[in-house]
């Protein structure tokens, strides 16, 4: 899935940090042994979190849709001494790729993996969390938002990625649950009062939240 033009995105690859070798690896990985290896996050995606994550300087970290832990590794590269990360998905047969990932990047001891449905887990969670990723089912989004908006800290920020969805959000004939999910999500929180918000124009988009 191209996001960008191919010579823009290696412009802009070319003008940031290289990509963790680690982090690398499990690119290569992900794209050989996974289904739909177009979800990781990437090098591009993954310095901009990264980039996110050490100018918030968590100290906790809730992450919604590991998949095979590329953006977990990113994020948790931000982390306050003594910081911590939970990061859920619900596919426990991605376990072994991202342990993998995880201990190969040296931040296995930050990080506590969870799987099975968010909307259960995320309640059974030690908060309040400085940051939140949303990467998951898009359909759910505005649950998970307003699950985990009560648990932000006031210096908080909530992170939803794929809010552009490839453009597909635009197509009012496009009506399966992920496009009309998020296309609620974005209309909802562009009426919320309670929060303000920005898209950057990352990969698919990611939306930038943080409360009044």
Same mark, same amino acid.
């Given at each position: 899935m191209d996001f960008l033009p191919t010579y823009l995105q290696h412009y802009?690859?070319?003008q940031i940090p290289p990509e963790p070798e680690a982090l690398a690896a499990l690119r290569r990985e992900t794209h050989l /042994? +996974? @289904? *739909?290896?177009? !979800?990781i996050?990437?090098?591009?995606?993954? #310095? +901009?979190?990264?980039? @996110?994550? $050490? !100018?918030? #300087?968590?100290?906790?970290?809730?992450e919604i849709g590991t998949f095979t832990g590329y953006s977990a590794v990113c994020l948790s590269e931000?982390?306050?001494?003594?910081? #911590? @990360?939970?990061?859920?998905d619900v596919n426990p047969e991605l376990e072994v790729h991202i342990t993998r990932a995880l201990e190969r990047s040296g931040v296995a001891d /930050? +990080? &506590?993996l969870h799987f099975g449905?968010?909307?259960?887990?995320i309640p059974t969670l030690e908060g309040p969390f400085d940051l939140v990723f949303i990467?998951? =089912? $898009? &359909? &759910? *989004? @505005?649950?998970?938002?307003? !699950? +985990?908006l009560p648990r932000l800290s006031d210096r908080g920020i909530i992170l939803a990625d794929n809010v552009l969805w490839s453009g597909r959000i635009f197509d009012q004939a496009i009506l399966d649950k992920e496009t009309v999910g998020i296309r609620a999500f974005t209309a909802f929180i562009q009426q919320d009062e309670r929060v303000e918000q920005v898209i950057l124009?990352?990969? =698919?988009?990611?939306?930038?939240? #943080? $409360? $009044?």
């Open positions: 802009i690859e070319s /042994r +996974v @289904l *739909y290896p177009q !979800m996050s990437g090098h591009y995606q993954g #310095r +901009v979190l990264s980039f @996110l994550s $050490k !100018m918030i #300087r968590p100290q906790r970290i809730l931000g982390l306050a001494p003594g910081g #911590r @990360l939970d990061t859920i /930050r +990080v &506590n449905p968010a909307l259960e887990i990467d998951a =089912d $898009k &359909n &759910n *989004y @505005l649950n998970y938002f307003e !699950m +985990v124009p990352v990969r =698919d988009g990611i939306m930038l939240i #943080r $409360k $009044k």
